[in-house]
């Protein structure tokens, strides 16, 4: 008998990846269901991108019982305070757990839009360097890709989302499909040049590459600069799926968008060997649906689809679906970051900013890109800025009086700053399980995380503050401060593999298309799949081998493969 | 153009009309030394102060509903040895001091601001500092009149030239 289907494919998650499945399925003619966990967002409402601190009783600090009890995790992310809280999910609703001695940050947005609403905006492509990097040095297992398979696909989404940057023509960090690039300050101009002359040529500070619009581009505003872009944008100026991707799906007729619809388990058709569906807990009324489709694509952000797998277990599947290799939930990664050094620029006291560029510099990778550091494999590139000290300084500065008061509303000196994003290992022990004890609001059993850093991990980050400072110094920086920081894993929000690609079925959990090895109507396309980290921000890696998986699975279903 | 959302209002009514309720954390005596040194770290000059701009009743908002427990006994408790520390030096508590008294227990508070290693009164001294310029320059008319924030810019300029200043 034919198997009757709901929909052509079904996609979990509404974020960055979640809004390139959708777009890419319904634009080849799929009638496509999202399933979305959290609430519809309606910009012109929820936004709050211009709310101003005096707008709000604590002057965004907010209150303990609103953040602290409520979030206790989030608000541990910059973007979780009192104006952008909205986007972050409740830590009573959603708990989780881990190891003793291995605390772990999961920063969460369940709403229409996903991640895509606060996420950082960096995008920077990967090289052969990176999907070398696990054949050559042993950790992890080969990826089965090169740069050249996916090339065309960043390219693919570069040109959609907008991406602002400089080419630099350097190997390790691919240039791509630029908008024009924000400007660099007058410290940062020099500082550039300095740090270029004094390291003959290897160490490259550039403009960060942001997907922000510098021009009008595909229907969307250039920037307006008013800064914090993690409370949305109203002219959706910055990248995200609720204002570019999945109005484009929206527009094909072929998207069905179901909000509050908690995935709870895949489901297996055993005589088949195929997904059969997603067995859905509506968020409101906790009743039970499943939908079935002839493709599943798993968007929900590493973790939750990690989790999705494991809690969906079967006879097949004792260990989790997709597991028959063993490596599900295992090589979980995030980048560990934020080391690094601050100093002050002299003079430039005739230059200030106007408008606030959501935007910083990057330092392109210099580690293990030509020779072999004594300390530590792999790399990490420096992301920072400069600026003119403003009132701030004044809660540190000895002063009081009407002299004090009025110096404040005077620019201060010139600071420089840059920290590091490290690559991290991909290590077994580092993973995702589920925890027997602890369910979420909807029934859900928890993940429960084990991720640690490590020696390599360690020695990278000592190395961070002593370049930077190196670097702040040819600068002509002076004050030179050490900046150690160790947040703990998952605090990057960077967090990937769990469901790696592999080259075969015994050594992860997905193939070359991001199909799983034990489903083939399986496709798992968020951070779950990557091999290794490399130290890039790894969103445009995800939309791109998304948008490549979309294609691919197209053309199977074309050809009665799927 | 009201660019106030919703919940922000209603947060804001909120406190407004429930002044009352918000549950007091401070007596009239650190009330009155909160006030006293809000008034003298930013008096009022050719441009507002930290008492124009409602500075010390944000303050007990503050101390009151994001303050934990712990942290405000420990606050108020370094408070108490400000009181301690006028006392003993110039023989009376801090509100009660003349002029030039007060000048030098503000300064020798004062001269901790920066430093790590800090005694209880240093450390009450220090933390409501920064309360007092973190309120009082992000309240609105610091904000709108003086500060002169674009809160939409519409472009960036890497490079404006202006008039040097001393840093």
Not at chain 1, 155 to 176: C, M, N, R, T, W
Not at chain 1, 283 to 304: G, H, P
Request: glycine share 10%; aromatic share 8%; proline share 5%.
């Amino acid at each position: 008998m034919k198997e009757q289907y709901d929909f052509d494919a079904i996609v979990v998650g509404s974020g960055i990846t979640g809004g390139w499945a959708a777009k890419e399925l319904t634009e080849a003619g799929l009638k496509t269901l999202v399933l979305e966990a959290g609430g519809p967002i309606d910009p012109a409402k929820d936004y709050v991108e211009h709310v101003q601190p005096y707008e709000v009783p604590f002057r965004n600090w907010g209150d303990r019982g609103l953040l602290k009890k409520e979030r206790p995790i989030q608000t541990d992310c910059y973007a979780c305070d009192e104006i952008g809280h909205k986007f972050f999910v409740s830590d009573v609703e959603n708990p989780y757990t881990h190891a003793d001695g291995a605390p772990f940050s999961w920063f969460r947005g369940r709403q229409v839009g996903g991640r895509s609403i606060t996420w950082g905006r960096q995008v920077y492509r990967w090289s052969d360097l990176d999907f070398e990097a696990n054949a050559k040095d042993g950790h992890g297992n080969d990826w089965p890709i090169r740069y050249k398979d996916i090339a065309p696909w960043y390219s693919h989404v570069e040109k959609f989302i907008g991406v602002s940057g400089a080419p630099e023509g350097l190997s390790q960090l691919p240039d791509g499909e630029f908008l024009a690039p924000m400007q660099m300050t007058a410290v940062e101009r020099t500082a550039r040049e300095r740090i270029l002359k004094g390291f003959n040529g290897t160490r490259l500070m550039t403009i960060g590459r942001a997907a922000i619009l510098t021009e009008d581009h595909n229907g969307r505003a250039a920037c307006h600069y008013c800064g914090p872009c993690e409370r949305g944008c109203i002219t959706h100026s910055y990248f995200s799926s609720i204002g570019s991707t999945l109005p484009a799906a929206n527009a094909t007729g072929n998207l069905t968008l179901r909000p509050h619809s908690v995935a709870a388990e895949l489901t297996y058709d055993a005589m088949r060997g195929r997904i059969r569906g997603v067995r859905v807990v509506d968020a409101n009324t906790l009743r039970d649906t499943e939908y079935k489709a002839r493709v599943v694509f798993l968007c929900a952000s590493a973790i939750e689809s990690v989790r999705l797998l494991l809690n969906s277990k079967s006879a097949h599947f004792p260990q989790g679906l997709g597991n028959s290799s063993g490596t599900l939930g295992r090589y979980v990664m995030d980048h560990h970051y934020g080391s690094g050094a601050s100093g002050t620029m002299s003079g430039f006291t005739d230059r200030a900013t106007f408008g606030r560029r959501p935007n910083g510099i990057y330092i392109a990778r210099f580690r293990n890109v030509s020779t072999q550091h004594a300390d530590f494999l792999r790399g990490y590139g420096m992301q920072g800025g400069s600026s003119r000290r403003d009132w701030h300084r004044g809660t540190t500065m000895p002063g009081y009086g009407a002299d004090f008061k009025k110096s404040l509303l005077d620019l201060g000196s010139w600071s420089l700053s840059a920290a590091g994003w490290g690559e991290t290992l991909p290590h077994v022990d580092n993973r995702v399980t589920i925890d027997p004890n602890v369910k979420d609001k909807w029934g859900v059993p928890a993940a429960r995380m084990d991720v640690r850093w490590r020696e390599n991990e360690r020695a990278m980050q000592r190395d961070m503050m002593t370049s930077m400072a190196e670097m702040l110094d040819a600068a002509g920086c002076t004050d030179i401060r050490l900046q150690p920081v160790d947040h703990p894993p998952g605090h990057c929000i960077h967090e990937m593999g769990g469901a790696r690609m592999s080259n075969t079925p015994t050594q992860g959990v997905l193939n070359a298309w991001n199909q799983a090895w034990d489903a083939q109507n399986l496709f798992i396309t968020d951070g779950a799949c990557m091999a290794s980290s490399a130290c890039q921000n790894p969103s445009i890696t995800y939309m791109a081998l998304t948008a490549r998986a979309c294609d691919h699975a197209v053309s199977q279903m074309k050809r009665n493969e799927l | 153009m009201n660019l106030m959302p919703g919940f922000a209002e209603a947060a804001w009514g909120a406190v407004a009309a429930g002044a009352q309720r918000t549950p007091r954390v401070l007596g009239p005596t650190q009330e009155q030394m909160i006030t006293l040194i809000a008034d003298t770290i930013l008096p009022r000059s050719d441009t507002p102060g930290a008492i124009d701009v409602g500075v010390p009743p944000w303050i007990g908002l503050v101390l009151a509903e994001y303050f934990s427990d712990t942290r405000r006994a420990r606050f108020l408790a370094d408070l108490g040895a400000i009181d301690r520390l006028a006392l003993s030096t110039c023989g009376a508590i801090l509100i009660g001091l003349k002029h030039h008294d007060l000048m030098k227990v503000m300064s020798s508070l004062d001269a901790a601001c920066g430093s790590k290693d800090l005694t209880p009164a240093q450390r009450g001294y220090v933390q409501l500092k920064e309360l007092i310029i973190y309120g009082y320059f992000t309240s609105k008319p610091v904000q709108q009149d003086l500060l002169k924030v674009v809160i939409v810019p519409g472009r960036f300029d890497a490079d404006v030239r202006i008039p040097a200043s001393p840093t």
